[in-house]
Nanobody, 126 residues
Framework: VQLQACGGGLVQAGGSLRLSCGAA????????MGWFRQAPGKEREFVAA????????AYAASVKARFTISKDNAKKMVYLQMNSLKPEDTAVYYC????????????????????WGQGTLVTVSS
């Protein structure tokens, strides 16, 4: 399974970007698709996730109310709309998938996700 993440780039603080992640080989009608990010010199951290089984999203506190995760089943795509971007959002963003259902607390753990995209760089200038 290969995931393709794209949509990163350079944006000024306060701006917006939309990241996309497509899974070409499978339709992830169950399980979870998540977004993680890794800033320079820091560990990779959870950003957002969408659980198909309960059709709900979860967000890290640092991005809640600014980022929105959405999906398009027909296109097999998941999106991360990022608004009001801040310099501290600068990172490489990764999409990740597990075909298993996860309880809420497990969403935040990257080890729960089996498949990972290659990452896309988001740079927010001040």
């Amino acid at each position: 399974v290969q995931l393709q993440a794209c949509g990163g780039g350079l944006v000024q603080a306060g701006g917006s970007l939309r990241l996309s992640c497509g899974a070409a080989e499978r339709t992830f009608s169950s399980g979870v698709m998540g977004w993680f990010r890794q800033a320079p010199g820091k560990e990779r951290e959870f950003v957002a996730a969408y659980r198909w089984s309960v059709r709900t999203a979860a967000y890290a506190a640092s991005v809640k109310a600014r980022f929105t995760i959405s999906k398009d089943n027909a296109k097999k795509m998941v999106y991360l709309q990022m608004n009001s971007l801040k310099p501290e959002d600068t990172a490489v963003y990764y999409c990740a998938v597990t075909t298993r259902g996860l309880i809420y607390s497990a969403l935040f753990s990257q080890r729960e996700y089996e498949y990972w995209g290659q990452g896309t760089l988001v740079t927010v200038s001040s």
